[in-house]
């Protein structure tokens, strides 16, 4: 009963079920147990980890190197499995 | 300001055309049934001759009728479908999702039995299985009407504090195919009286107040999965906009008697103001009923009627006002309600006197299953049906069948 | 005109899905629609029957979508787009109407294999008839994902689902995948495709092209499932890949120009077509899913898999005769 009281109330959320949060409010990296490590020196920067991952949690920086997004990766591996140079190692979380 | 109308002859569901011709919706999506295909027939020459600017989706099920007006409402479009009976019956997944998507489509149902056996002809049933569905329901008493209402039922939908899809009803072919003589109105006029859709704001996911359309520019997510923690809550905002229909469709029916002549509220009263007993039911049955109250009333018989107008939202209190100092009120179902305390409607009206100290007796018939015909002489069963209750005080059988052989 | 698209230049276009969506870790759908909405061209606005996806991305008070988006039900997205569009199109006709400011909207349909083969067929072929210009994208992940892996026409045969048990006396799902990129190819719409997200650049330039043509186009996109095929996760991108280097899932497009259906060849399987002893055994895709250890464990079951090879030969031979091939 608690939590329900805590939201807010039909009053003051959108009609017709309208969403009204970002889903980036919602972290979900704490799913994940390994989490990919970029060997920024066997990196080539051909950005398949970026084009492949399913949570678009490889960012890249300005200097066109990706970077895991920690906050949302889950973890799937596809990125270390996928890189051409084995420039991802998967560590435990 | 007298307007200047046009008197046509058309039937009910050319009446219904004709007015979606004077809105010219940007969308009509549907599919032919009985006795609903005029509607769709008519309103294909209009499309053909270039008298509307709408796009005709002829899609290839009622389903994919309304689930094509829910995407084009949703893109700020005015979308209108028409069916009937069955072809509301394969809708009945959208009706709840237009209604709580909050989407201010208009329906006109031609009312029809519902299979099976497969039957063509009118009664309630079609509509009565679609009464939860949270969908505003206006029932017509003729052809005139019919254009009426579906005038109005665009400034109903889309007013703000309501937001939720109307269903037009008419009686199937006593209505939609029988010629009667149809008042209209210039179409700038009716232009006019409907406006532009205008749009709510909301505030979307990125914390933005922004029109409710699918916009590019400001997106907003339709149809998202609500689970325990929200879903309620969208249910009392639909139960509310439902509370605030009620004063929205007098509002609208009396500015719409200002240009027409001819005003529109939630019930409609025929000679009620000194009746003693008083028959209460929907749609063209009510039409005929007036003469049988007429006749009744020259033998001296204290008799009148209530013709509900909006079954949905429902109009308890004025229900109330109108009827509670009669003796004896007799409910008019034109659908079962199988394994139920007699009709939907039946069931309605009595909740609603459950309040009351001084209350009518209520008695329920249920007549006209499949287009069985209910003639003067039938309603006459009926009124004295009512007034042997009203000599004896008593109802013997609450729940009665008109014009069913045994 | 068609601009040049390099990976580069799609790493560089924005996610219009955001982070947080709650697809499983490694699921192939997160990547289909981050590629196909950065194959878009400008104003989209989106449409997704019931499933996996839809679930995923909009769990109240969350949304994903940097886009429009609508979900209606399971079995109408191609009634809902073409309303969209209708909706478009009549408000340009009067330039009238919140949508007249657009040049364009590309509208695109989501859907899964439940909603595209089975429950949502009626709408679709219905829509398509109608010729509607937008773009039908259904990731195929071969069963009811959402509902817990339930065999649907999508579903290869002898694959192990909750309601096509590899029991003891029948091994998995009993009948072949309905050809259904063929079957809506049969309805001479302008495009037609199948792609596989290992081959990313051919799948964003197939989405490109779906929304270039004017009228309806289809994209038909493997969607491998790690729940549902029972895979590590990391395996997706390698099996969507098996499925493309055994021709298990051939890559072809298929035209509709001067009333003929012009199938071709691409690059993937063109290079198989060009060299056939390319082509790797099914067995090799089917010993990584656990929805088919069935066919290996205890026993292995070589006339089912040698079945499963001629299924595979028989729809590869027919691929290369509508592409002239043979």
Redesign the interface.
């Given at each position: 009963m608690s939590l329900e009281e805590k939201l807010p109330g039909w009053k003051e959320i959108p009609i017709g079920g309208i969403p009204f949060k970002p889903s980036t409010e919602y972290k979900t990296g704490d799913w994940k147990v390994f989490k990919p490590v970029i060997n920024y020196e066997k990196c080539t920067k051909c950005l398949f980890c970026h084009i492949y991952c399913p949570d678009g949690a490889i960012k890249i920086k300005e200097d066109g190197y990706p970077e895991p997004d920690y906050d949302f990766c889950k973890g799937c591996g596809i990125c270390a499995e996928e890189c051409p140079v084995k420039a991802i190692e998967m560590v435990k979380d | 300001m007298e307007i200047k109308q046009i008197l046509m002859g058309l039937n009910g569901d050319e009446a219904v055309a004709y007015a979606i011709k004077q809105v010219d919706p940007d969308v009509v999506a549907a599919y032919p049934i009985t006795p609903q295909t005029i509607i769709v027939e008519r309103f294909s020459e209009y499309v053909a001759d270039g008298e509307v600017h709408t796009e005709f989706i002829s899609v290839e099920s009622e389903h994919s009728a309304l689930s094509a007006c829910v995407g084009a409402a949703a893109a700020g479009a005015r979308a209108f479908t028409a069916t009937a009976a069955n072809g509301l019956a394969l809708m009945w997944e959208i009706l709840y999702i237009a209604a709580s998507c909050r989407l201010p489509i208009v329906m006109a149902i031609v009312n029809r039995a519902l299979s099976g056996p497969i039957n063509i002809h009118c009664d309630h049933s079609d509509a009565m299985g679609a009464r939860d569905s949270g969908w505003i329901q206006i029932f017509c008493e003729n052809s005139q009407e019919a254009y009426d209402s579906t005038i109005q039922a665009w400034r109903i939908a889309e007013h703000p504090d309501v937001q939720l899809p109307v269903m037009v009803c008419l009686d199937g072919f006593v209505l939609s195919h029988t010629l009667e003589n149809v008042m209209t109105l210039p179409d700038e006029v009716v232009k006019k009286f409907i406006g532009e859709r205008k749009f709510v704001t909301i505030k979307n996911h990125f914390g933005k107040e922004v029109p409710f359309i699918l916009d590019p520019e400001n997106p907003i997510t339709i149809g998202p999965l609500d689970l325990y923690d929200f879903y309620f809550e969208h249910k009392m905002q639909q139960i509310h906009a439902m509370e605030n229909a009620p004063r929205v469709i007098e509002e609208v029916g009396k500015e719409y008697g200002k240009i027409s002549g001819r005003t529109y509220g939630l019930v409609h009263p025929y000679k009620l103001e000194d009746a003693e007993i008083a028959i209460i039911g929907l749609g063209s049955t009510m039409g005929t009923a007036k003469i049988v109250v007429d006749r009744l009333r020259e033998k001296g018989v204290k008799a009148g009627l209530l013709r509900i107008r909006s079954f949905r939202p429902f109009p308890a209190q004025q229900i109330i006002e109108h009827l509670k100092d009669k003796k004896v009120i007799g409910v008019l179902d034109r659908a079962a309600s199988f394994g139920a305390y007699g009709g939907p409607l039946f069931n309605e009206v009595r909740n609603a006197f459950y309040d009351q100290d001084i209350k009518p007796l209520i008695s329920n018939y249920i007549y006209g299953l499949g287009g069985r015909d209910m003639p003067p002489q039938r309603l006459m069963i009926i009124f004295e049906d009512l007034q042997k209750i009203m000599e004896t005080k008593r109802i013997e059988k609450t729940v009665k069948y008109i014009g069913v052989r045994e | 005109m068609a601009e040049k698209l390099t990976?580069?230049d799609?790493?560089?276009k924005p996610?219009l899905?955001?982070?947080?969506?709650?697809?499983?870790?490694?699921?192939?759908?997160?990547?289909i629609v981050?590629?196909a909405l950065k194959a878009t061209r400008?104003?989209?606005?989106l449409?997704n029957a019931t499933g996996c996806l839809?679930?995923a991305?909009?769990?109240?008070?969350?949304?994903?979508?940097?886009?429009?988006?609508?979900?209606?039900?399971f079995?109408?997205v191609?009634?809902?787009?073409?309303?969209?569009e209708?909706?478009?199109?009549?408000?340009k006709?009067?330039n009238?109407?919140?949508?007249a400011k657009?040049e364009h909207?590309d509208v695109i349909a989501f859907a899964g294999d439940g909603g595209t083969y089975d429950i949502g067929f009626?709408?679709l072929?219905?829509?398509l008839?109608?010729g509607h210009d937008f773009l039908y994208i259904l990731y195929d992940n071969e069963a009811y994902m959402n509902t817990g892996i339930q065999r649907s026409g999508g579903t290869p045969r002898f694959a192990w689902t909750t309601t096509s048990p590899a029991g003891k006396v029948i091994p998995g799902k009993r009948k072949w995948k309905k050809p259904i990129a063929r079957v809506v190819a049969e309805h001479e719409i302008p495009y037609v495709a199948t792609a596989s997200?290992a081959y990313?650049m051919d799948f964003v330039r197939k989405v490109r092209k779906g929304l270039e043509v004017e009228g309806p186009a289809f994209i038909h996109v493997l969607s491998p499932c790690?729940r549902g095929w029972r895979y590590?996760?990391?395996?997706?991108?390698?099996i969507a890949k098996l499925a493309v280097e055994t021709c298990f899932l051939p890559l072809w497009e298929a035209e509709f120009k001067d009333g003929e259906i012009v199938y071709t060849l691409s690059a993937p399987s063109e290079r198989i077509a060009r060299k056939p002893e390319l082509k790797k055994p099914i067995e090799e895709y089917l010993k990584l899913q656990g929805r088919f250890s069935h066919l290996f464990r205890p026993k292995k079951r070589d006339d089912l898999i040698s079945e499963i090879q001629q299924w595979v030969d028989y729809e590869w031979r027919l691929i290369l005769k509508r592409c002239g091939k043979l």
């Open positions: - | - | 990976l580069k799609i790493a560089k996610d899905l955001m982070s947080g969506h709650r697809l499983c870790a490694g699921c192939a759908a997160g990547t981050r590629l400008g104003p989209v606005i449409a839809e679930v991305t909009t769990i109240f008070p969350y949304s994903s979508w940097k886009v429009p988006w609508i979900h209606n039900a079995e109408n191609a009634a809902t787009a073409s309303g969209i209708a909706a478009f199109r009549a408000m006709k009067v009238k109407g919140p949508l657009y909207i009626q709408a072929s219905g829509a008839e109608r997200i990313p790690t590590p996760p990391e395996k997706t991108i390698k």
